[in-house]
């Protein structure tokens, strides 16, 4: 429990909290003063895919790892799910969040075992998922439960629900990295000899990653086929990068071993609520890629420039 | 101390004749692959196996070819390029705006895509290089950037046309051998040999290596990286205005078919990912087996998803095929 809280509490999510916050504050003040539960669980809502497969994303960089196939994997639970919800509510939720888990496993073996690079790997597995979640759906359809929808997006319980799994999310990611796995993941993630010579399987610390970003894309993959009514092959195209942006922008470093799941949420909220800023801005949705890479390459490069002063001035 | 070590424990040197043999491996391996999966276009369309259709499978492979040529060399030097995306889509968008179609207009045409193509690889360099930033994260920022401008440029909707000449260069032939097939292999073998004999190329390859050796050695790691960032921008701005001439016009999104491929391309020839270690011979046969094999999939008579299956399964396993080579010969 103690872990848990010096996790909530971690630091390294100051930076990516405060970018938010910042961003925040400029959606309520052009929104007029007035910010509304709504406003709130919208953001929540729309945020909250991005949020799941960044939070993957988090895991496979922590371990130096990189995975282009997440959205990809997001776009198979998304079409599953929608093709076998008429078959049985759980029965189709648990096959859809077993895809994803399937998806890391392959992932996680062909790095691991076979030693490949992952960007190669990914990128390889990529193709495949598009395919699988082509012949799964080829168009955008399916079926969600009413109920399971009505379940998913009420605002009727104590918060809105899109924020309640939002945070809940968050603090499934946070718990993990509080407990002695995610330790490990951190040990392989700063030194992988080190954390072999001390005792930690690496490979199997770096295998289960993978299938935690898979399950994690998974669950992003199911939010926005519910949240949309549809389950659709090509959802998760535009999350392959933007989930590492998010990543990025929530302060963890692509060199591995560094950064925390709140910050990462974080990250995926900053780059959600730019469409929102853009919207009231009256600006055209062609600055929203151009804003979103600008913030990617200063959030990073400010970074870089802090450490190079602070090494300069304490010599 | 601020250089950034990336050296893979247990590599073994290099230039040895063992390691030229494990370099020859990888390429040797997608080599034989083409020829299976030539074989099967044979089997399935009787008469696919022409000195015609050849030569215009080659050709068409041009495209991704040059693109690739500043993949090469960036992950020779242990980096990634992501933006050449958008540095494609921007600058056809950019030449074909500017010349209008209009032969008189081509210099100046040609002039300002390859001007984005190096700005955009400039700042990519510079950002990596001398602000540390990590290319993956770098380079897709700038993507980004670069999809906005050329939005913003274009208003969403691009315009103009394509002088004849660059059209009779992207799609004409001098009897049976495509003009870009003979553009594209007069540019590889420039490449080659610039990696292979001048003192720049084997410093890239030092830089790929060790950077830190590199650096101890006197070379300027971040004039190596950056020039291999601006010539990959320059190639994708190339091959943004030759792929306009091939379709008669930009179009948005018209580079993102090149980006994991020309990846692909690069460590199916035997280049390692971590930098250092291969060269643009590879590239080139890379480049011809991910055209080989787009094509199959597209005389094969199966659904799209189950295409893209088949694709990416054969990468990985042209992957593996390469690691047990190199492990035999090692």
Redesign the interface.
């Known amino acids: 429990m103690k872990g848990y809280l010096e996790e909530i509490r971690n630091t390294e999510a100051t930076g990516p909290a405060a970018v938010f916050l910042f961003l925040l504050l400029a959606d309520v003040v052009l929104k007029g003063g007035r910010y509304t539960e709504f406003d709130a669980e919208t953001l929540a809502a729309n945020a909250l895919p991005l949020v799941l497969v960044a939070l993957g994303q988090y895991f496979v960089i922590l371990v130096r790892g990189i995975d282009l196939s997440l959205g990809p994997v997001m776009s198979v639970s998304s079409t599953l799910a929608a093709v076998l919800f008429p078959l049985g509510t759980v029965p189709a939720l648990l096959v859809a969040i077993g895809s994803g888990a399937l998806a890391g496993t392959v992932n996680g073996l062909l790095v691991t075992r076979l030693t490949l690079s992952p960007i190669i790997v990914t990128l390889a597995t990529m193709s495949i998922w598009d395919g699988v979640s082509l012949v799964v759906l080829p168009t955008p359809g399916g079926v969600i439960p009413p109920a399971l929808q009505a379940a998913l997006t009420s605002s009727s319980v104590v918060l809105p629900v899109p924020i309640l799994l939002l945070i809940a999310t968050t603090g499934v990611g946070a718990w993990i990295m509080s407990t002695r796995f995610g330790l490990h993941l951190r040990a392989f993630g700063g030194d992988d000899a080190a954390a072999k010579a001390s005792g930690v399987a690496v490979r199997r610390i770096q295998f289960t990653a993978y299938v935690i970003a898979g399950l994690f894309a998974a669950l992003g993959g199911i939010y926005s086929a519910v949240a949309t009514s549809a389950g659709s092959p090509i959802i998760g195209d535009g999350y392959i990068l933007s989930s590492i942006a998010a990543v990025v922008v929530g302060g963890v470093p692509l060199i591995g071993g560094r950064g925390s799941p709140i910050g990462v949420t974080m990250g995926a909220l900053t780059l959600s609520i730019i469409g929102s800023l853009l919207y009231f801005a009256n600006l055209s949705d062609f600055y929203q890629s151009l804003i979103n890479g600008v913030i990617l390459v200063v959030v990073v490069g400010a970074v870089a420039a802090r450490d190079m002063i602070w090494k300069a001035v304490a010599g | 101390m601020?250089l950034r070590m990336n050296v893979p424990?247990g590599k073994p040197p290099r230039l040895s004749a063992m390691t030229l043999a494990g370099q020859l491996a990888a390429p040797g391996t997608s080599l034989i692959v083409i020829g299976l999966m030539l074989t099967i276009c044979e089997i399935l369309v009787p008469g696919f196996v022409s000195v015609d259709n050849l030569m215009r499978l080659a050709g068409l492979a041009g495209f991704l070819g040059i693109v690739a040529i500043g993949e090469t060399l960036v992950i020779l030097t242990g980096g990634?390029d992501?933006s050449i995306a958008w540095v494609v889509t921007g600058s056809g968008c950019v030449f074909t705006k500017i010349t209008g179609g209009q032969s008189s207009l081509l210099t100046l045409g040609i002039v300002a895509a390859l001007a984005v193509g190096l700005v955009g690889g400039l700042v990519n360099g510079v950002?990596i290089a001398k602000?540390?930033?990590?290319p993956?994260?770098?380079t897709?920022?700038?993507?980004?950037?670069?999809?906005?401008?050329t939005?913003?440029y274009t208003n969403?909707t691009p315009t103009g046309g394509t002088p004849p000449l660059i059209k009779v260069i992207a799609t004409g032939y001098a009897g049976p051998i495509p003009a870009l097939l003979m553009f594209w292999l007069v540019l590889g073998a420039i490449v080659i040999a610039v990696l292979r004999v001048t003192r720049a190329g084997r410093k890239l390859f030092g830089v790929g290596d060790s950077p830190l050796v590199s650096y101890l050695s006197g070379v300027r790691n971040d004039r190596i990286i950056i020039g291999t960032y601006v010539f990959s921008g320059l190639a994708a701005a190339l091959t943004g205005v030759l792929y306009a001439g091939f379709s008669g016009a930009s179009f948005l999104g018209m580079g993102d078919q090149f980006v994991?491929p020309a990846?692909?391309a690069v460590?199916l020839g035997g280049t390692s990912?971590?930098g250092g270690a291969g060269g643009y011979g590879g590239t080139i046969i890379g480049a011809l087996f991910l055209t080989v094999l787009t094509t199959m999939l597209s005389i094969v008579n199966i659904?799209?998803?189950?295409?893209?299956?088949?694709?990416?399964?054969v990468?990985?396993a042209a992957?593996?095929l390469n690691?047990l080579s190199q492990a035999e010969v090692r």
């Open positions: 601020t424990e990634i992501l950002g602000f540390r930033i990590s993956i994260v770098m897709l920022g700038m993507n980004n950037v670069w999809q906005g401008l939005l913003l969403g994991l990846i692909a460590v990912i971590f659904s799209a998803g189950v295409r893209d299956i088949v694709y990416g399964g990468i990985i992957l593996l690691r």
